[in-house]
């Protein structure tokens, strides 16, 4: 048997490896003719070298990336090249940065960018030993050097694929639902995967599980965009199908294994938690803490993100979740487009309040993401005073995150939202009442 056709390398980051580790799920049980061989690249130099020992094969190398590493990426991607390059050398970039900018993708130099979900992109450029053409769910210039798109990629159903890659022994919380109905402004999900719910079905998931206990794997926990949505398509939660999900969960990883649910890399929305919802988690799972997505102590804020709710509900979510036993997270995001001083200073309430009660504060700076409605918006802008009173809370313990590096990436993503001006598109976002005039 000769060696591989085809070379795949992934610029493995810790930060990425979800998306990673659901492609090769995908690759592992996929049937092609095509020889391959998988590569892990988890450093500059070792990407490179990965490419040089490839030799003249076709050599693939994966990139995945959220919007805020894009520019980072790219200056990754430039030394790679000077270390390691050749004709027979493509970069394909994917995600939701990818997706949603893939002309910027281009630019910033990589041969293709992958539009949409994945799976089904790269087990057709494997068959094809990485020839593009005909291919959907890519964009790349043609020798002319126009850009060719080739439209997204078509959705699957989430059951057709592994969600973590067995044939490499690579595993990750498990993705049960993809896209989101609720389509908010400041969010990639619904544009990625579309507004609205996919889910994966009980059996598929418990399918994971056995999987992960016959490995002697312990824990088990859930990638979605709002977790007490299992099991429905519309905004009411199902909390039969969500008992279904953990009680199947709960037997399969057995009475030495843990499940966690709502919890990291998850959340709950406000107006879904509920006593029974919580006493659910609690009856099954082993999760002290939940998340909740609050986003703004203002009313005029949240409906203006198209968020759902009120704050009425964070309080009454907060208030309930102690109340239960549960140590609660809320998730803020200060700078939000079009906001005033009194809705800053709304927020800042909001979060003092819940501190008080033993909530801590999850504290996010808006950042103007790519392929959201909010994407022309100008990058979030945290006042002196703002800063100090969050620093007040963190000094406390009632606070954390990485809200002030997001203020650079702010910046940088609004920049590059100039740069690639889309036309015909507002930018008004908010109906701004000037500071010496809002009402309280």
Known sequence: MGGPEMVIVLRYRKAVTYGFHVLLGALGQHETVTQYEVR??????????????????????????????????AEELKQIRELADGPNVTHLAGGVHATAEPVQTLDAGWDLAAVGE???????????????????????????GNVKRTGKARQRDLDDFPGFALKWDKFNALEITRGCVYACRFCQTPFMFSAKFRHRSVDNVRWHVDRMRA????????????????????????????????????????????????SFPSEIRPEHVSREALRLVKKYCDNNNIIVGAQSGSDR????????????????????????????????????????????????????????????????????????????APPGDVDPETIREVDRLSRRGALYGHWQKQRDHAVRLAAAAEAYPRPGRSRTILPQVSRTESPR
């Open 40 to 73: 892990f690249g988890e450093s500059i130099e070792e990407t490179a070298r990965h490419i040089r020992e490839a030799g003249d094969v076709r050599t693939l190398v994966l990139w995945s990336f959220y919007s805020p590493d894009a520019a980072a990426l």
């Open 118 to 144: 994945g799976e089904s992109t790269l087990l057709s450029l494997v068959d094809a030993k990485g020839d593009p053409t005909g291919i959907t769910g890519l964009a790349y210039r043609d020798a002319t």
């Open 215 to 262: 490995r002697g794997l312990r824990d088990v926990r859930f990638i979605t965009p709002t977790a007490l949505s299992y099991g429905s398509q519309a905004e009411e939660p199902n909390l039969d199908a969500v008992e279904e999900l953990l009680a199947s969960c709960r037997e399969g990883i057995g009475p030495n294994g843990r499940v966690f649910f709502g």
């Open 301 to 376: 804020v949240l409906d203006a993100a198209k968020r759902g709710h009120g704050v009425e509900e964070v309080k009454r979510a907060v208030r309930v979740g102690i109340e239960e036993g549960f140590r609660i997270n809320v998730d803020m995001i200060f700078g939000m487009p079009g906001e005033n001083e009194d809705d800053v200073g709304d927020s800042l309430s909001l979060a003092r309040e819940l501190a008080d009660l033993g909530a801590r504060i999850h504290a996010h700076t808006f950042m103007p993401l790519p392929g959201t409605p909010w994407r022309d």
